[in-house]
């Protein structure tokens, strides 16, 4: 009993602290728990997320690298006359010292088993001792080449004259001859891995590139073509590992990841890495792993990829402390405390789940970027195009057919105006909110710009479908807007373009959705019409103005404007620019970007090509007698003209004698896109232009090709940065840096240069600042008459009212 008795009392004594420390242990345990839990898969989600982020910065780097064999590839492509070993070790040095990754970079020629003897007594006289084509054999020694129909023999190489490079027979070679039969028949980059790459040692493997070159003029549009055509490969090799290293490195955040590298593809699991990229957290390198081992546990791997062909497959691994290892000294702080601090531990998970929110949040919002509009949150014109090229494959895998409603808010103009941008803004936005509600979760709303808008709609069966979607944004958008206030009522014009096998593609289609809404603002606006190409009203308005056009000569419509080019530091006119305008007499004054391009279509721009020209010089003759005539005029060509005229040197003199006018007062005027196939296709023209000794600009530098090759290859007078960069300089940090490298480019290469489009002090105390001596503008003049340019260069300068330009040259100087 006695002992009964005191169990009984034990359990009442004891019976709540045992229940309560039950209770405190359950309550530490279970947080813990949690909160491993948690950390485990925040640690997941940010070794992901790191992943992810190092794979880009490799596939970038790896694009980069790709991009220079690309720009070797240039060289020949562009060149006129015949590549030397000199032109060529001259373009590649630079290559090469910037990336440290390419160890060779080499000219391949196809040479045929009748030329070897020829082609190798070249080699001898360019300083090759003892040239021979040669083979490599499997212990890395080369001997002389036995008799083949052709080969692909190493001839101009980044390597020392002495290299036993020299002379190798890519042929020989069995994995690399794949490859380049490979790029050869494609037109494509080929590559392939190599265990020990001969110019960079034994101990370094990496992979060969190679890049087809075809013979100049010839046709490659067939496989047949190609090989016949073929004149040989632009070459290099690659240090795998080096270029891994060089870009993590280069790497503002470095990863602390283990990364493997692996053959392409899912492979043999047993396979062993082709480079480890041991993680900075490791004192050591880290010992070899199989392809099963690396992706087992907590693993992500992605292929980078060359030209779209996967080149290595990553594999990540968090390193030990680093990302993706989660650290419990939380939970076993809570389990140690128990019930002192489990109201804490509850607090603290929720903090911790907030916190883990916020990031997904961030990280979503920064992926969300670049496909969102800003302003209404729907897709942006990027993520919209990207939509309808997958609606295009979408169609040729499932046949599921498509619209696109392509609409904007009629006279939204007015409401800026009226209410301000910022109730311009609030009718947007509440608009996105409508089109949202209005349309499937399959289907896609974008904001285009401005107040255009876009919806991809999907599995339309036929027209009905799209015409009803049509009406019912009508409607939506016809209900009365509150701004502020304010009832506001707008409606909208739509054009529909349906899906049909024909369509060009992305872009066609929506061309055809645009000219379907100026039909529906042209009958009257609040409304939607169909794309139909017999109701195509701007062709019949093209029609039109072209017939008009043809007259425009002989009844003196059209007029030369000129907008002088001053000398910034002090006004001083040292030029002008002719610029084309047609004075209609029922239409006013046509800007040249209307009718230019109908005349080009219609065959007139030669003749008023000419006409411009001749009108020019004319000028200058009247000028010159006068006695205040401006060192030049700048005439702008179009492509089609150059391209049309066989005889455009002859034309240019023609007129410079008739008007008694020196060459080097006339500068022609050549946009980058036509420059570029000047290059490549007209460049005897081009010479001849020069031998007259006009001057050569291009115009509107910076927002075409922008390619170097011709500013190298070609004695180009002056360039021209186009006046959105400069319009920009202030505002965007891309643009100043665009110009900012454009002047120093011309400096270094001894061109003129000159910037378009002044409007502000701040920009042209930018320019000046950054060594800019010349430009054009309104903030020194519009483009005038014949009249007002007589007095402008009678004065002799401009000078626009200045607050600060004296504290910019100082700074500059």
Request: contains cysteine; hydrophobic residues 45%.
């Amino acid at each position: 009993m006695r002992i009964a008795r005191h169990a009984l009392i034990h359990i009442r004594d004891f019976g709540p602290g045992i229940l309560a420390a039950v209770i405190g242990i359950a309550a530490s345990v279970i947080p813990a728990f949690l909160i491993i839990q948690a950390d485990n898969h925040y640690a997941e989600r940010q070794f992901r997320a790191v992943s992810e982020n190092q794979f880009m910065v490799l596939q970038n780097g790896l694009n980069e690298y790709v991009n220079r064999l690309k720009a070797v590839r240039a060289l020949f492509d562009s060149s006129v006359e015949p590549v030397t070993r000199n032109g060529f070790e001259a373009f590649t040095r630079p290559l090469l010292s910037e990336n440290a990754a390419i160890a060779t970079l080499s000219w391949v020629p196809r040479i045929a088993g009748s030329e070897r003897a020829e082609h190798e007594r070249m080699g001898v006289q360019e300083g090759l001792q003892g040239y021979h084509i040669k083979d490599m054999g499997p212990d890395g020694k080369m001997t002389v080449s036995p008799e083949r129909g052709e080969y692909y023999p190493i001839f101009y190489a980044t390597v020392p004259m002495t290299s036993a490079l020299y002379g190798l027979d890519l042929r020989s070679e069995t994995t690399t001859l794949s490859e380049l039969e490979r790029s050869r028949d494609l037109d494509c980059l080929g590559f392939s891995p190599v265990p020990a790459l001969v110019s960079a040692g034994a101990a370094q493997g990496g992979f060969l590139f190679s890049l087809p070159i075809y013979k100049r003029g010839s046709v490659h549009d067939s496989i047949e073509s190609r090989r016949q055509n073929l004149a040989g490969f632009v070459h290099g090799s690659l240090i795998a590992a080096k270029m891994i290293d060089l870009t993590i490195a280069d790497n503002k955040t470095p990863s602390d990841l283990d990364l493997f590298f692996f053959a392409p593809g899912g492979g043999n699991p047993q396979s062993m890495p082709f480079y480890i990229h041991s993680s900075r957290l490791r004192a050591s390198p880290l010992a070899p792993m199989s392809r099963a081992g690396a992706a087992a546990g907590i693993s992500w791997s992605q292929a980078l990829k060359v030209d779209g062909q996967p080149w290595l497959t990553m594999v990540a691994r968090p390193a030990p402390g680093g990302t993706g290892t989660a650290d419990h000294e939380r939970a076993w702080t809570v389990l140690i405390l128990g019930l002192i601090i489990t109201a804490a531990v509850v607090a603290y998970i929720r903090a911790s789940r907030l916190n883990a929110s916020r990031m997904r949040q961030a990280n979503q919002k920064v992926s969300d970027l670049a496909q969102t509009d800003a302003l209404t949150s729907l897709a942006n014109r990027r993520a919209f195009m990207e939509r309808l090229a997958e609606a295009f494959a979408s169609y040729e895998r499932r046949g599921t057919p498509f619209a696109v409603l392509y609409f904007d808010i009629d006279y939204f103009k007015d409401i800026n105006d009226t209410l301000g941008h910022a109730a311009g803004d609030t009718l947007l936005r509440e608009l996105a909110g409508r089109l949202i509600d209005a349309v499937r979760v399959t289907d896609i709303v974008a904001r285009l710009g401005g107040d255009e808008f876009a919806i991809l709609q999907t599995n339309v069966r036929d027209l009905a479908a799209a015409g009803t979607l049509a009406a019912s944004i009508g409607e939506l958008v016809r209900v009365p807007f509150v701004i502020n206030g304010n009832t506001v009522h707008v409606s909208c014009s739509i054009g529909i373009s349906r899906y049909k096998p024909d369509v060009g593609g992305p872009d066609a289609m929506m061309i055809q959705a645009d000219l379907a809404l100026y039909r529906a603002k042209e009958d009257g606006r609040n409304c939607f019409r169909f794309h139909s190409a017999d109701l195509d009203h701007e062709v019949k308005e093209r029609v039109v103005l072209a017939d008009e056009l043809r007259g425009a000569i002989g009844r003196n419509e059209l007029e030369l404007l000129y907008q002088p080019e001053v000398e910034l530091r002090t006004g001083r006119i040292i030029g002008l620019e002719a610029l084309l305008r047609w004075n209609h007499p029922k239409r006013g004054q046509i800007s040249p970007s209307v009718f230019i391009p109908i005349a080009e279509r219609s065959g007139q721009i030669q003749v008023i090509g000419h006409w411009v020209l001749d009108a020019a010089c004319r000028q200058l003759q009247v000028w010159q007698a006068a006695g205040i005539a401006p060192g030049l005029v700048g005439v702008n060509i179009s492509a089609l003209h150059f391209k049309g005229s066989a005889e455009l040197d002859r034309e240019v003199a023609g007129c410079l004698e008739k008007w008694g006018i020196a060459p080097d007062m006339i500068e022609i005027e050549l946009t980058e896109s036509v420059l570029m196939e000047i290059t490549q296709q007209h460049n005897d023209r081009f010479e001849r232009l020069r031998q007259l000794g006009v001057r050569i600009a291009i115009d509107d530098f910076g927002t075409g090709y922008s390619s170097l090759s011709y500013l190298a290859n070609y004695p180009i007078n002056r360039v021209k940065i186009a006046q959105e960069l400069v319009f920009a300089v202030a505002t965007a940090p891309r643009s100043a840096a665009v110009v900012r490298a454009a002047i120093r480019l011309a400096d270094e290469l001894g061109i003129d240069l000159i910037a378009e489009g002044i409007e502000s002090e701040g920009q042209e105390g930018f320019l000046l600042s950054e060594g800019c001596e010349y430009g054009q503008g309104y903030y020194f003049s519009r483009p005038v008459n014949v009249k007002r340019a007589s007095e402008l260069l009678r004065a002799g300068k401009i000078e626009p009212p200045r607050k600060s330009l004296r504290l910019v040259e100082s700074s500059a100087a």
